[in-house]
């Protein structure tokens, strides 16, 4: 079974500054995806970016970007110019790429991310 | 604007108690999950839908939970009888995954708060 880790239960940043969020997976398959999501206290899950493991590119999405690194089983998530709007709860999520059972998201517990101003 | 609606937002129930959480998929998606947020296991997958059919429930205690869809504008998640075990946010999300592998993405619903006293 997959799992991902996030071993980082909390993190904070200056408003600004650039905070870097970590994520580990184990899994037995060479394709899937890999993503984060963001929860702010309204509870509602935004998907803030996404990475096919066949791309070699790091996605970006605007101030975020992931590091992905496939042979490390390592996804973190990086922040750039963090916002007071970026205060929130991260979950990395990971979902396997095809077969009957492999369209469910499987999470990490999480890393609560404080933004100081 | 497409979105997954939950309702309730909030339930308070005494012990014992049926409850039923009800979820609106977005219209055209196939797939239909529910998940289970609590501070210490985080977010665990229950039930599984694909076009309406059960396909992974093996989360969800047999005993006590069902999940169904009675058509395809409506899923329900049931507890009966709840205990004070099962107080946390329930997620709804949906999707749509065509024949083979695809990048679709899950759109969550805004939860449902569940406190069984």
């Known amino acids: 079974a997959q799992t991902v880790t996030q071993s980082q239960p909390e993190m904070s940043v200056q408003e600004a500054e650039t905070v870097t969020l970590s994520c580990t997976y184990d899994t037995s398959e060479s394709d899937y995806y890999l993503f984060w999501y963001k929860q702010p206290p309204s509870r509602q899950m935004i998907l803030v970016i996404r990475?096919?493991?066949?791309?070699?590119q790091n996605a970006t999405e605007n101030r975020f970007s992931v590091n992905f690194q496939k042979a490390a089983k390592s996804f973190s998530l990086k922040i750039s110019d963090s916002q007071l709007g970026d205060a929130a709860m991260y979950f990395c999520?990971?979902?396997?790429?095809?077969?009957?059972?492999?369209?469910?998201?499987?999470f990490g517990k999480g890393t609560k991310l404080s933004v100081i101003p | 604007d497409a979105r997954v609606t939950q309702t309730p937002r909030h339930k308070v129930t005494e012990m014992g108690q049926e409850v039923t959480m009800r979820c609106q998929p977005i219209l055209g998606h196939n797939t239909v999950f529910w998940y289970r947020q609590t501070m210490m296991q985080g977010l665990e997958l229950l039930a599984y839908f694909r076009n309406r059919a059960p396909l992974d429930d093996s989360g969800m205690p047999k005993d006590r939970f069902s999940a169904e869809m009675p058509d395809a504008t409506l899923a329900t998640l049931k507890i009966q009888p709840s205990e004070p075990r099962d107080s946390a946010v329930y997620f709804c999300a949906s999707g749509f995954r065509g024949f083979g592998p695809n990048t679709g993405e899950l759109f969550f619903g805004e939860g449902s708060r569940l406190t069984v006293l």
């Open positions: 990475q096919e493991a066949y791309k070699q």
């Open positions: 999520a990971y979902r396997g790429y095809s077969g009957a059972g492999s369209y469910q998201l499987t």
